[in-house]
């Protein structure tokens, strides 16, 4: 429990959000209590079933992106373990993964994690605009 709420407190920065109305408190403290969740369980599995394939928990175009970023490759047919993708993720977060760091930690699985969403994001967006520039071509 004290690990979901410094993740809710530090890494959400749930305090900085000032909230003065209870109608606006009550959905962003919602928000936040699922990503605190999220990344709580991120680091339980990790630790607990490190062979895991990553697609039990990140969604196909979250950790396709993510290994394309980290890897400048691309990504694998099968997922990679759970181990390795939040590894990966955690690197985007400022893990640097060295020998003897051991696991990741919430603020930086946090912070990886945001910005694994920002990739996800503009990969769809590329793979769209690819997509509409193929349907332009054949067509005109």
Same mark, same amino acid.
């Given at each position: 429990?004290?690990?979901?709420?410094?993740?809710l407190?530090?890494?959400?920065?749930?305090?900085?959000l000032?909230?003065?109305?209870?109608?606006?408190?009550?959905?962003?403290?919602?928000?936040?209590?699922?990503?605190?969740?999220?990344?709580? +369980?991120?680091?339980? &599995?990790? %630790? =607990?079933?490190?062979?895991?394939?990553?697609?039990?928990?990140?969604?196909?175009? !979250?950790? *396709?992106?993510?290994?394309?970023?980290?890897?400048?490759?691309?990504?694998?047919?099968?997922?990679?373990?759970?181990?390795?993708?939040?590894?990966?993720?955690?690197?985007?977060?400022?893990?640097?993964?060295?020998k003897?760091?051991?696991?990741?930690?919430?603020?930086? +699985?946090?912070?990886? &994690?945001? %910005? =694994?969403?920002?990739?996800?994001?503009?990969?769809?967006?590329?793979?769209?605009? !690819?997509? *509409?520039?193929?349907?332009?071509?054949?067509?005109?």
């Amino acid at each position: 429990m004290e690990v979901f709420f410094k993740i809710l407190k530090s890494g959400c920065k749930i305090e900085r959000l000032q909230l003065e109305q209870r109608e606006h408190l009550k959905p962003a403290l919602a928000l936040y209590m699922i990503i605190a969740w999220r990344v709580l +369980l991120l680091t339980h &599995l990790g %630790r =607990a079933c490190p062979e895991l394939p990553c697609d039990a928990v990140f969604d196909e175009a !979250e950790w *396709k992106a993510v290994y394309l970023v980290t890897q400048r490759q691309d990504p694998p047919a099968e997922p990679p373990s759970l181990d390795t993708m939040i590894r990966l993720v955690a690197t985007l977060g400022g893990f640097l993964n060295r020998k003897r760091d051991g696991f990741p930690g919430p603020q930086t +699985l946090w912070i990886g &994690l945001q %910005r =694994a969403a920002d990739f996800a994001l503009a990969l769809e967006a590329q793979r769209a605009l !690819e997509s *509409k520039r193929s349907v332009d071509s054949s067509s005109g």
